[in-house]
């Protein structure tokens, strides 16, 4: 097995988007964890998601040196099945659910509740009972009109910790589709515009409720840390309102997620220690400046810890040279990475498992699904000979891909595989056409 660093930069040539433990392997291969990716994809056939355990707990772990007075919450959406719950449990990390199946799982394998967050702007009446029967600790607010349906569930003598999703009015995030913390858009309640500060009085009257503080969470894929620190001056500005008008000084801020992941190299995505930082410093200034008690602080991370420890790994099924274009045809698509389609976001292809010496030329790959923009990555170097049968690997796919993944076409949603420590194992078995066949109960 190869591992020179400098052999590594130039054939992996984005090392930064790739987890640690990818080294080149002889033959062309990669292997992740010593475990090698054509070997997996062999075993397990394709499309196939590999998931770098020890990359993903390293992470959680920088996020809590990073912030070591804080909760670290982890963002179960990014991605989540039972691996991931112990994990983040044994890491010693929160987790953020927003439906009672998210909940329901973490319960089987006993994480404790009182570290469980509770979002959506629209809760079901299952999540709500799922949520007071498991005893969250805390739910988000969101709206209005679930603050007396929380409340009237709540036994009597009992009080749920809740906190209160803010809007600060902050444009951030990759997309417009994931920017949660601006104005006009259906998530939380906006400071300005005295949504917030009517719930919070509601919240206040609500002998079920207990209000522990503020939730803010401005978007996704946020790639500089100066939104957290307006984010932060915003919120502390406000908690100060709250108590010199209603004379409650509320002890939690959560600041959600949104930290970003690099999918090219090159790509700014500060690290937690750097979000870590402007965080502490602002709220120590905000803090200073109102006169406020410093805050508990929870944050959100999602993308952050799991997107650089994935791997996807697709087969080549077509190959077509139109004058100047190649198009790649892989045995997965929108149905298992839908981000392209939805945010335009950008990946790096590689080859995996044969070497050749073809030049390398721009391409365009994409999915198998009956669409027009079920492309997977854009204007990615290729080698000019690649091939049916050949298998492409794509990196920094750890995050809102298999948890996004749909039944389009009845293709069936990939396995996940965990490396780690030269073993491999299975976290999520693909979904066959018998699963399939099993919901079609209108015959
Ligand atoms: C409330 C909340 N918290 C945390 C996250 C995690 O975000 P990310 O994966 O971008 O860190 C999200 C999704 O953006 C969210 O909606
Ligand atoms: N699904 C989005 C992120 C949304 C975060 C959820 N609050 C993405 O893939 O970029």
Known sequence: MTTEPDFLVRELSTPSVWPDSAVNAPGGDVSLAGVSLA?????????VYVLDETEVRSRARAWRRALPDAEVVYAAKAFVCRAVVDWMDEEGLGLDVCSAGELELAATRGFPPERVVLHGNAKSPRDLRTALRLGVGRIVIDSDCEIARIASQVPKGAAQKVLVRVLPGIEAGAHRKVRTGAEGQKFG??????????????????????LAGLHCHLGSQITSTEPYGEAVRRVVAFLARIRDRHDVTLPELD???GFAAAYLPGDAAPSPAAYGHRITEELADACAEFAYPPPRLTVEPGRSIMAPAGVALYRVLSVKRTGAQMFV??????????????????YTVRMVGRTTAAPMRATTVVGRHCEAGDILAEDVE???????????????SGAYQVSMASGYNMTGRPPVVAVAGGRSRLLLRRETFEDQRARDVGV
């Open 39 to 47: 070997e997996l994809a062999e075993r397990h056939g394709t499309p």
């Open 189 to 210: 309640l906006s400071i300005a515009g005295g949504d917030a500060e009517d719930a919070v009085v509601r919240v206040l009257g609500q002998p079920g409720l207990e």
């Open 255 to 257: 600041l959600g997620g």
């Open 329 to 346: 045809a892989v045995d997965g698509g929108m149905s298992d990475n839908p981000r392209p389609a939805l945010y335009g976001a950008r």
């Open 382 to 396: 290729l080698p000019e000979d690649v091939r049916p049968g050949d298998v492409l690997a794509v990196p920094a």
